[in-house]
């Protein structure tokens, strides 16, 4: 298992220098964030951030993400334009030794939340979500842009989009997933990739667009569509813990040996929908990090792990989500689990 530390590129305030001091990092995950999805990733940008990661002594094996184009999703004309550039990236993104892509499928929003800055008891604060408010934004009108997101839209284009979403339902987004998976499987695994599919955060459609990549049972069809370990899953804790219904050492066993990168975070739920983001540690929120942890390598699980959204402490501002402190104390507790679980001292 590798710890890798998820790094925005040269325009994150948080540096390289920085990351190289939290001891227990292995490794970079990143991305190009400049190249509009769809198009065809620059090589030599693309080297530059593997030879940037390399002279700080940290591995860059892992992208997240190479975003979908709505028009794949949508299963538009262009669709197979956008199949061909995907390839082309993964091709690159081979070349240069990088041997996970972390995606997703969702409709238009990536992770959503109606809360970056919400006030903890300890006086920090962390992202949050509350269905209510989430049900009376209309994303045609309010402004809705996360820090995380790969890409946002002017308000026409969203609108749009939304109308263009009106006619695809879930049967046909997994029909779209499916045209879309059986053309870069393939190339995937010639370029010596796993794809790993990053979960629907949260767990649930929205504002009427279908979201498919839920639990259990989406896992196992997805599986089912291209039946090889380099279709494969992002195990985020934070997202499938969102929901009550998913019960996570299910999915572990459900995606023994496809889960090629784990986000490990907490969250701590209050009503049906309704959750906040708490600090890592078992103890912080619903989730318990040193069973799902346990579980994961019992299953065999060797592949990296990154310690998710942290909340805001010690006076820190930011991307919500990615500032640097709380991820750090993330990363040396994930650690701290692995090895008391890989020493042995505390295995069931
Ligand atoms: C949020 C992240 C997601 C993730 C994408 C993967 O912080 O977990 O934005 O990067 O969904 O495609």
Redesign the pocket.
């Given at each position: 298992m590798k710890i890798v530390f998820r790094w925005y590129g040269f325009d994150d305030k948080i540096t390289l220098e920085n990351i190289r001091q939290i001891p227990v990092i292995d490794g970079i995950v990143t991305a190009i964030y400049n190249t509009p999805v769809g198009e065809v990733w620059n090589f030599d940008s693309l080297k530059k951030l593997v030879d940037f990661c390399g002279k700080n002594n940290l591995d860059c094996k892992v992208i997240?993400?190479v975003?979908v184009h709505e028009d794949i999703k949508l299963g538009a004309e262009s669709a197979k334009y956008y199949i061909e550039n995907y390839k082309k990236n993964l091709r690159i993104l081979g070349e240069l030794g990088f041997n996970c892509v972390?995606?997703?499928f969702?409709p238009v929003f990536?992770?959503l939340r109606s809360d970056l800055k919400f006030n903890l008891p300890d006086g920090s604060n962390a992202l949050a979500y509350r269905h209510e408010d989430v049900l009376n934004l209309d994303p045609n009108v309010s402004d809705l842009s996360l820090p995380?997101?790969?890409s946002s839209y002017n308000k026409e284009e969203l609108h749009l989009l939304l109308e263009k979403y009106k006619s695809i339902t879930e049967e046909k987004l997994w029909a779209n997933l499916y045209t879309f998976l059986k053309e870069i499987i393939p190339v995937a695994i010639e370029s010596g990739i796993n794809m790993a599919i990053?979960p629907d955060?949260p767990p649930w459609g929205l504002f009427g667009l279908p979201r498919i990549i839920t639990g259990a049972r989406a896992i196992k069809k997805l599986f089912s569509l291209i039946d090889h370990p380099a279709n494969g899953l992002?195990f985020?804790t934070g997202s499938f813990g969102a929901s009550k219904e998913n019960d996570l050492f299910e999915i572990i066993k459900i995606a023994k040996g496809r889960i090629h990168f784990a986000?490990l975070r907490n969250v701590k739920r209050s009503r049906e929908f309704d959750f906040c983001e708490t600090a890592h540690p078992s103890k912080c929120g619903d989730i318990d990090m040193y069973a799902v942890l346990n579980a994961l390598l019992k299953s065999g699980f060797d592949g990296y792990v990154r310690p998710?959204?942290g909340r805001m402490i010690w006076g820190e501002s930011g991307r919500g989500?990615y500032g640097l402190y709380d991820r750090a104390l993330g990363a040396s507790y994930i650690y701290g689990l692995y090895e008391a679980i890989t020493k042995g001292g505390c295995n069931d």
């Amino acid at each position: 298992m590798k710890i890798v530390f998820r790094w925005y590129g040269f325009d994150d305030k948080i540096t390289l220098e920085n990351i190289r001091q939290i001891p227990v990092i292995d490794g970079i995950v990143t991305a190009i964030y400049n190249t509009p999805v769809g198009e065809v990733w620059n090589f030599d940008s693309l080297k530059k951030l593997v030879d940037f990661c390399g002279k700080n002594n940290l591995d860059c094996k892992v992208i997240e993400s190479v975003p979908v184009h709505e028009d794949i999703k949508l299963g538009a004309e262009s669709a197979k334009y956008y199949i061909e550039n995907y390839k082309k990236n993964l091709r690159i993104l081979g070349e240069l030794g990088f041997n996970c892509v972390c995606y997703n499928f969702m409709p238009v929003f990536d992770w959503l939340r109606s809360d970056l800055k919400f006030n903890l008891p300890d006086g920090s604060n962390a992202l949050a979500y509350r269905h209510e408010d989430v049900l009376n934004l209309d994303p045609n009108v309010s402004d809705l842009s996360l820090p995380g997101w790969d890409s946002s839209y002017n308000k026409e284009e969203l609108h749009l989009l939304l109308e263009k979403y009106k006619s695809i339902t879930e049967e046909k987004l997994w029909a779209n997933l499916y045209t879309f998976l059986k053309e870069i499987i393939p190339v995937a695994i010639e370029s010596g990739i796993n794809m790993a599919i990053h979960p629907d955060d949260p767990p649930w459609g929205l504002f009427g667009l279908p979201r498919i990549i839920t639990g259990a049972r989406a896992i196992k069809k997805l599986f089912s569509l291209i039946d090889h370990p380099a279709n494969g899953l992002t195990f985020c804790t934070g997202s499938f813990g969102a929901s009550k219904e998913n019960d996570l050492f299910e999915i572990i066993k459900i995606a023994k040996g496809r889960i090629h990168f784990a986000h490990l975070r907490n969250v701590k739920r209050s009503r049906e929908f309704d959750f906040c983001e708490t600090a890592h540690p078992s103890k912080c929120g619903d989730i318990d990090m040193y069973a799902v942890l346990n579980a994961l390598l019992k299953s065999g699980f060797d592949g990296y792990v990154r310690p998710d959204h942290g909340r805001m402490i010690w006076g820190e501002s930011g991307r919500g989500g990615y500032g640097l402190y709380d991820r750090a104390l993330g990363a040396s507790y994930i650690y701290g689990l692995y090895e008391a679980i890989t020493k042995g001292g505390c295995n069931d």
